[in-house]
Each structure stands twice: as structure tokens, then as C-alpha cells.
């Protein structure tokens, strides 16, 4: 892709503002489907039919949505911290969207080919905390400062676990490089990592229970670092309004929305990557090639985001002291324990 | 218990039955949503249903039964009376109408839709209907007027009640003219009355 746009117009500006503005375009367009997905399905488990007025079954309402919020009055309280509370929906969204850099898009698209794309991607996402905690003093107001307390612990809390399992992985396939990473899962489904990847049979017997438990550690973990329900207590709109995101309107407010949106498929394409190989074809060398794969990496990260949807509408939200209990005493236990074991396996 | 045992169990349980809510939600997913598209798809109301009121004014005796029954006053009525050769017809239960109901005005937005005025009337005229879906923009609109004369009528339903009544009221001064005369005649032949008695006398007069 990149060496594609470089024969077109050369190795200019505008050829690596294109490559970084596709990423852009596609969170636009995937939070509108996600959040009409979401409503969908929210609506459907509760026996409702959600949008039904804008558009065959309300499809165009994602679309009013979203000018409805570009109309709207940006307020911003009088007692804000003025500087902080304006940068603050920027700093979050940029922490989820940088994340998107390192993603294997397809087999020959990624924004950056880092060495340490993984590594990248587990820091740079630490920014959203950042970005929250500010949000959360900025705004002058209790719930808030309690929304992005709440947060900030979490996240800090759940990036244990999450890092020890992506570890796991990073063991197993040697790299850090997600297009590497993804490249190795190739050759079909039994070569994905959640399958043990490419290590001999008798390996893999014993490494696929360790792996799963390593993706459900993941998958959990990386639900509260996106704040979403069973997680969702830094939001948690019964207790604090809307956390952190109380104070915000209008376009800002959209701006976290996004965030909250691109960070839900960011970790659940790292999971695809980390577990479900990826951009590779789970038909060996059946429907490969640069679209191919790019569909496949979509509709994989997609399914893992509609999975997270589903576990939303079907799960209560966790009290703060059984959401340190989940992170501290068993996802992160249980992580340890895996990555001690694949690390006896692979020495053996 | 076990300490060890309990903590295993806590996971075991917490997994099985995150995927037994899961199953659930997943069920309802392809189960028929119990919404009803409101304006275009409308329920059945029940047979009974209380909603707008109405009045069959072809009925109306203007007894001011409903008015008084009505907890909330919503109902506004005045009648005149008919002059006895004016014929106003018969209610269709029968019953001979002797009053004009110039004014039946009901504030339905006051209306708390209890029922209570329909059982007292004994024409049967006032009821409630189905009908629901009649929100306003200006809220005097939601006074309906119900009277179906118009003002011409009233006028001369008025004047001749008016004459109607200088007619009673002359004839019974004529009477109580002649009840008094009488009583002075009678009062000539005692010795004359009190002061008292006589101013009162001349303060009806």
C-alpha cells in the first residue's frame, strides 16, 4: 500500500497523510456501524426494536446522531479548567487512534511496521488514562473527578493482566511486530495462536488450554480497559451521571464517544491478532491477498466487537472492590501462572 | 469451606454463569420484539376504555346531573328555560326536553376521564368514546363546546324567558297586590296596625 501510493505521487507529504488519515476514515465509518449494531443488539436482547423511523430499520439514525451532535451547544462550565477541559477529548481520542498505527490492517497495509508494535500500542494507549484523568479534573465537578479516579485505577489495574497475556503470545511467536505476528499465523486455522500457532503437535496439546485461558484473561481485561460494562463503573450512569464525560457536550463529547468506540475495536483487533491470526485466512491459502486479508482482519476484529457488545447487555455492572478483586487476585494470577507455563514449554 | 475450593468456585461460577446470562440475552436476540410501532400500528383498546368524552346534545334535558357529579368542575352548563309553546322536541329515551342548553362546555383538558358524569344521566347522552389522540397546540382548544345553538337563538331563547318570567313575576305581584288588598280589608275592620307593619308592608310593595 504505502509502496503503491509511492510510485503514485512519490514519496511526499501527502502520501504519508493518506496513509495516516485511512485509519482515520475507518473509525468514522465503523463507529457508525458499531453503534447501530449496538443499539441493535441491545434493543433485540431486551425484546425492543431500537430505530425503526430513520431510514430502512432506522439505519440513518447513526448518521443524525452525529449531526445532531455537531449542532449542539459546546458549554463549557464557568469554574473549568478552561485549557485542560478543551485538550482533554483530544488526548483520549489520540491515545486510541495512535493505537491504530501498529494494526495489520491487511497484508499490505499498516500504518507503521514497528519491531515493537505491541509494545507500542500497550503504551501509547496508557495516554487515554491521561486524557480521562484530565477530563475528569478539569471539569470542576464531583462526579467527574470521581469518574476519572475510578478510571484511572482500572485501567492502571487491568494493563497488568492485559500485558502478561499479550507476553504470552509475544513468547510463543518470537516477535512484537503485529504484521510479523500476523504473517506467522498464516496457513490456515491451525495455525492461529489460540491454537498454539505453529509449535510441533505434542506442544500444542499442552499449550492451546494454557492459550485460551491467556485470550479469556485478555478479552477481560481488555473489556475494563475500554471502560465498557461489566467495567463501565468510571461511567457507570446511575451513580456518576456520565463520569468523566458528565461536564462535556456537543462535539467533545462526540470526540469521547469515538474514543470509547475506536478503543473497543483496537483491543479487540489486538486480540485478532494476538489469538485469531490476524489478517490470515483461516482457509489456508483459500481467500488471501491484500483485500481479502484486509476483510478478514475487519470482519474478525468486528465479530470480537459485537462478542464485547453482547457481553454488555448481558452482564451487571461490578462493584469497585470486586473489579480490583477480578484484576488483582485472579486475571492477574492467572496470567502469571500461564505465561510461567508456556515459558516451562517452550524451554522444554 | 476451603479457601482454596472457594476461590476456585468463585471463577468456576462467575465463567458458567456469565455464559448462562449470555445464552439468555442470546435467545432473546431472535425472539419477536414486543414493541408496537405507535402511530402506524395502533392496539386494540379494551371494550370499557375511558377516553374523550362526548354529548349526544340531541338528548341533553340540560339537568346538569354530569356538571355535578364531575369531581374536577370541568363540566360548564346553563340552561334557559322554554316557553311553553316552544316544542323542543323528545330525547330518544323518551323523556320531554324543557330547558335550552345554550352552554355545554367541557374542559377536557381538566378531565380526569373517572366516568362519573356518565352514570347519573338519565338520558344517557354524555359518554366516553375511544378516541384519544386529540392533543392541542393552544390549550383553549381543549374546551369543547358542545351546545348546538347558535347565538340568534339564544337571543330569542333569552327574551322570551325574560318575558316569560316579567310575566310570572307581574302576575305574582298581581297576586300578591290582591293578597294584600285582601289583607288590609281585612285589617280595616281590627284596629289599625303597628307602624312596623306597615312599612314592611310598603318595602314588598
Redesign the interface.
Known amino acids: 500500500m504505502e509502496q503503491f501510493l509511492k510510485t503514485l505521487i512519490g514519496d511526499t507529504l501527502l502520501n504519508h497523510v493518506i496513509i495516516a488519515a485511512l485509519p482515520l476514515v475507518f473509525i468514522l465509518l465503523y463507529a457508525l456501524v458499531a453503534i447501530y449494531v449496538e443499539m441493535k443488539m441491545a434493543a433485540h436482547m431486551q425484546d425492543r426494536l431500537a430505530y425503526m423511523r430513520t431510514g430502512w430499520h432506522g439505519v440513518l439514525q447513526p448518521i443524525a446522531d452525529m449531526l445532531k451532535l455537531l449542532q449542539k451547544e459546546d458549554t463549557i462550565p464557568a469554574a473549568a479548567d478552561r485549557i485542560f477541559f478543551i485538550l482533554a477529548p483530544y488526548i483520549v481520542f489520540v491515545g486510541s487512534y495512535a493505537a491504530f498505527a501498529a494494526l495489520p490492517f491487511g497484508s499490505s497495509f499498516i500504518g507503521s511496521n514497528l519491531n515493537i508494535g505491541i509494545f507500542y500500542i500497550v503504551a501509547i494507549s496508557s495516554l487515554v488514562v491521561v486524557g480521562i484523568m484530565m477530563a475528569g479534573w478539569s471539569s470542576n465537578n464531583k462526579w467527574s473527578l470521581f469518574g476519572a479516579l475510578r478510571a484511572a485505577a482500572q485501567i492502571i489495574s487491568y494493563e497488568i493482566p492485559s500485558a502478561f497475556a499479550i507476553l504470552g503470545v509475544v513468547m510463543i511467536a518470537g516477535t512484537m511486530n503485529l504484521q510479523e505476528l500476523s504473517a506467522a499465523q498464516t496457513g490456515g486455522i491451525q495455525h492461529w495462536m489460540i491454537f498454539g500457532g505453529t509449535l510441533s503437535l505434542m506442544k500444542k496439546l499442552i499449550v492451546i488450554p494454557v492459550m485460551l485461558v491467556l485470550f479469556v484473561v485478555y478479552y477481560v481485561s481488555s473489556m475494563a480497559e475500554v471502560n465498557r460494562t461489566p467495567f463501565d463503573i468510571p461511567e457507570a450512569e446511575s451513580e456518576l451521571v456520565q463520569g468523566y464525560m458528565t461536564e462535556y457536550s456537543g462535539m467533545k463529547f462526540a470526540i469521547f464517544y469515538l474514543a470509547e468506540y475506536a478503543n473497543l475495536f483496537a483491543v479487540s483487533a489486538i486480540a485478532t491478532v494476538l489469538f485469531f491470526g490476524g489478517w490470515a485466512s483461516p482457509f489456508a491459502s483459500a481467500m488471501t491477498g491484500p483485500l481479502w486479508s484486509t476483510f478478514w482482519f475487519v470482519a474478525k476484529g468486528m465479530l470480537l466487537v459485537c462478542v464485547n457488545i453482547w457481553l454488555r447487555w448481558t452482564l451487571p455492572r461490578l462493584r469497585v472492590d470486586q473489579l480490583m478483586y477480578v484484576s488483582w487476585k485472579v486475571l492477574t494470577p492467572f496470567a502469571f501462572a500461564c505465561v510461567l507455563a508456556l515459558g516451562l514449554i517452550l524451554v522444554w | 469451606m476451603n479457601p482454596v475450593a472457594e476461590?476456585f468456585g468463585n471463577?468456576y461460577r462467575g465463567?458458567k454463569t456469565?455464559m448462562i446470562?449470555?445464552q439468555?440475552?442470546?435467545k432473546?436476540?431472535?425472539?419477536?420484539?414486543?414493541?408496537i410501532?405507535y402511530p402506524t400500528v395502533k392496539m386494540k383498546l379494551p371494550e370499557r376504555a375511558r377516553n374523550r368524552l362526548y354529548v349526544n346534545m340531541d338528548d341533553c334535558i340540560g339537568c346538569d346531573q354530569c356538571a355535578m357529579a364531575c369531581p374536577v368542575d370541568c363540566i360548564d352548563i346553563e340552561t334557559i328555560k322554554s316557553a311553553p309553546e316552544d316544542n323542543l322536541g323528545m330525547t330518544s329515551t323518551g323523556q320531554k326536553k324543557r330547558l335550552h342548553v345554550p352552554v355545554f362546555d367541557i374542559d377536557i383538558a381538566k378531565c380526569c376521564y373517572c366516568g362519573l358524569c356518565v352514570y347519573p344521566c338519565p338520558t344517557e347522552c354524555i359518554k366516553m368514546t375511544d378516541v384519544y389522540e386529540f392533543s392541542e397546540f393552544d390549550r383553549h382548544n381543549l374546551i369543547y363546546s358542545f351546545s348546538t345553538m347558535t347565538p340568534a337563538e339564544i337571543e330569542t331563547a333569552k327574551v322570551k324567558a325574560k318575558k316569560m318570567e316579567e310575566e310570572a313575576a307581574a302576575k305574582k305581584a298581581a297576586a300578591a297586590a290582591a293578597a294584600k288588598a285582601a289583607a288590609e280589608a281585612k285589617a280595616a275592620a281590627p284596629p289599625a296596625p303597628s307602624p312596623a307593619a306597615g312599612e314592611q308592608q310598603q318595602k314588598t310593595e
Open positions: 476461590y471463577i465463567i456469565a446470562g449470555m439468555i440475552t442470546f432473546h436476540l431472535f425472539t419477536r420484539a414486543v414493541t410501532q
